[in-house]
């Protein structure tokens, strides 16, 4: 079993910053990969980005790119998701998610294991 558990969201004006975490711990390996998704109300959980633990290679959606960067501090066994230039349309509740896989994945359906979700609103 793996067990996740985000912390960093808030309130931020648009053009601000956040940092989310996310701590994993339990059964983790080599082969695994943590991701971040963002849903709000009455829509499906999109992706957000992606990093592979092994060889750090990172994916992240078209929306974020130049804004969002994934990271990861192997020793902490914890997930960054540094968020700069927010726009009212960021606002969500972010999840992290974990799968024992090689590569991140943009399907939330592959991803087995999840944290709680931390709210995430940016106003104009």
């Known amino acids: 079993q793996v067990q996740l558990e985000e912390s960093g969201g808030g309130l931020v004006q648009a053009g601000g910053s956040l940092r989310l975490s996310c701590a994993a711990s339990g059964r983790t390996g080599i082969n695994y990969v943590m991701a971040w998704f963002r849903q709000v109300p009455g829509k499906e959980r999109d992706f957000v980005a992606g990093?592979?633990?092994?060889?750090?290679?990172?994916i992240h959606a078209d929306s974020v790119k130049g804004r969002f960067t994934i990271s990861r501090d192997n020793a902490k066994n914890t997930v960054y998701l540094q968020m700069n230039s927010l726009k009212p349309e960021d606002t969500a509740v972010y999840y992290c998610?974990?799968?024992?896989?090689?590569?991140?994945?943009?399907?939330?359906?592959?991803?087995?294991?999840w944290g709680q979700g931390t709210q995430v609103t940016v106003s104009s």
């Open positions: 998610a974990a799968r024992f896989a090689w590569t991140p994945s943009g399907e939330s359906n592959t991803y087995r294991y």
């Open positions: 990093i592979s633990w092994s060889s750090g290679n990172t």
